[in-house]
Nanobody, 123 residues
Framework: QLQLVESGGGSLQAGGFLSLSCAAS????????MAWFRQVPGKEREGVAH??????AYADSVKGRFTVTQNNAMNTVYLQMNSLKPEDTAIYYC??????????????????WGQGTQVTVSS
């Protein structure tokens, strides 16, 4: 079983930056696809970014502002979020799966989930 624990969420003003971390334990390999999703109450969970080995993909809404990286030695995935906007406010979830479509961040492909961390951006 794979466990994922997110950390790094918080509250800040627009234009600021924040870094989220996702620590994986249990049945995890460096060849897992790792992703970040976010969800606002009343809306569907949406894919933000994912990474497979060194290959990455991003939602159009965060391209150029967010960067996903992976430290395999520490079984940790990061999401660096710059130039944050109020519309980035959401609960951010880390997810993992063994097989994913690199060009598209599909919620249906992800099997393991963290508990989420809140990010609040005020104007």
């Amino acid at each position: 079983q794979l466990q994922l624990v997110e950390s790094g969420g918080g509250s800040l003003q627009a234009g600021g930056f924040l870094s989220l971390s996702c620590a994986a334990s249990g049945y995890y390999t460096s060849r897992n696809c790792m992703a970040w999703f976010r969800q606002v109450p009343g809306k569907e969970r949406e894919g933000v970014a994912h990474i497979f080995i060194s290959l990455t993909a991003y939602a159009d809404s965060v391209k150029g502002r967010f960067t996903v990286t992976q430290n395999n030695a520490m079984n940790t995935v990061y999401l660096q979020m710059n130039s944050l906007k109020p519309e980035d406010t959401a609960i951010y979830y880390c997810a993992s799966t063994s097989v994913c479509t690199l060009s598209k961040i599909s919620i249906r492909e992800y099997r393991s989930w963290g508990q989420g961390t809140q990010v609040t951006v005020s104007s």
